[in-house]
């Protein structure tokens, strides 16, 4: 559903409006330097920091804020549903936060993510091998959108012929936010019906994946709840999927756009895992959100219980008081102390996972078209909403 068009980003700010989406970099600009909190009254209100420190400031505080729904939109779920929220550990607050989030380490640590390299950089090849032969390739279309898909699907143990359903929980959880209250529930309810019958397959008989993982799991010595077991795989399922993808995509969108770059990591192959830190910070796709929990005063705003605030990881990556040279992509930037992953007792717990998954398919990438470049620039359609990333990158490449 279309929203009114924002004309004052200061006091009716909109993080799905079409000039948030194609270039939210001045928008932040503007704001960090003369009015740093900005405040809006859609949604039912919301607050936007976008200093690295008040964004910093909040992600630390479960105190004064609850993590029980991270998307904005005009509904908030009820109070009852915390300490675990809607889709835990993401949604959920301490103490139940902890074992919630302890439950999955062992899944997405780096041993088990090493596993994994093998098939996806396997699949990545599968990929390119099929666009070879063509003098325009879509780098989302045809690649990243594809990658993350395949990998977390295994990972849970669901058909990866499913990937074009999973792309549409995606796009109607995160980007479908202004939608009315009756079309949102249909699409979480329609990801529960789709998901059950795999967490009842796997109580009767489990395999090795993370749903028969959770089904065996316990938290204070009791069981976890099937419908528990479907909000935790419902976010790896969406959050394993957009955000690798939109990382992958802007990666590949900038080399294409910025020609030294895309050369100097030809040339030195080996930069390429201190690269891809630097493209997530400039290019962090990911937006968390938090409600009011009480009543608290930052930065000089007075926030009121259940108002919404944005923690939009993005803006706090651009901070120049912060990051020197914030608003330049530095390949060999270190020190690298992004906050692309999230910050506070919520940061990524699949973060090794990301990074395999990007700095994997970059390399694939560069090394079939070590010489590509943007075939329309103005083609570029980037995805609006909590998650943003380009999702029609035209990229020529060299035969």
């Not at 989302?140 to 499913?162: F, K, N, S, T």
């Not at 910050?343 to 090394?367: F, K, N, T, Y």
Request: charged share 25%; net charge negative; proline share 9%.
């Amino acid at each position: 559903m279309a929203t009114d068009p924002v004309t004052d980003w200061a006091t009716d700010f909109d993080h799905t409006d079409d000039r948030w989406a194609a270039d939210p970099f001045p928008i932040w600009d503007d704001l960090r330097s003369a009015c740093p909190v900005a405040r809006t009254e859609r949604y039912g209100g919301a607050w936007l920091p976008t200093t690295h420190a008040d964004v910093t400031a909040i992600a630390n505080d479960s105190e004064h804020f609850t993590s029980r729904s991270v998307i904005v939109s005009g509904h908030r779920p009820p109070v009852e549903l915390a300490p675990a929220g809607i889709a835990p550990p993401i949604s959920a607050d301490p103490p139940f936060h902890a074992a919630s989030r302890r439950m999955l380490l062992p899944v997405f640590s780096p041993q088990r993510i090493a596993e994994l390299e093998p098939s996806t950089r396997a699949y990545c090849n599968e990929l390119l091998d099929g666009v070879r032969g063509r003098d325009v390739v879509d780098a989302a279309v045809d690649y990243a959108q594809h990658i993350p898909v395949r990998v977390i699907a295994r990972m849970l143990g669901l058909p990866d012929e499913d990937g074009d359903r999973f792309r549409g929980f995606v796009e109607g959880v995160i980007e479908a936010v202004a939608d009315p209250r009756e079309e949102r529930i249909e699409t979480f309810l329609g990801l529960l019906h789709y998901l059950s019958p795999y967490i009842e397959a796997r109580q009767a008989d489990p395999q090795d994946d993370v749903i028969s993982l959770l089904l065996a799991s316990d938290i204070d010595g009791e069981p976890l709840d099937p419908l528990m077991v479907v909000r935790t795989i419902g976010l790896l399922l969406i959050a394993g999927i957009d955000t690798t993808w939109s990382a992958i995509g802007a990666s590949i969108w900038h080399l294409a756009a910025t020609p030294a770059d895309r050369r100097r990591l030809v040339d030195e192959p080996a930069l390429i895992p201190t690269a891809i830190e630097e493209l997530l910070r400039a290019y962090a796709p990911v937006t968390m959100a938090r409600l009011v929990k009480q009543d608290v005063t930052l930065a000089g705003c007075p926030m009121e219980a259940e108002d919404w605030v944005l923690l939009p990881f993005p803006a706090a990556n651009r901070d120049p008081a912060f990051f020197d040279r914030a608003d330049e992509v530095l390949l060999d930037r270190s020190p690298n102390r992004h906050a692309a992953f999230g910050l506070g007792m919520h940061r990524c717990a699949g973060s090794h996972l990301a990074r395999m998954e990007l700095r994997v398919a970059l390399e694939e990438w560069l090394r079939a078209f070590p010489d590509f470049s943007l075939a329309d620039g103005d083609a570029v359609r980037w995805s609006g909403g909590q998650v943003r990333g380009p999702r029609t990158p035209p990229v020529r490449v060299a035969p």
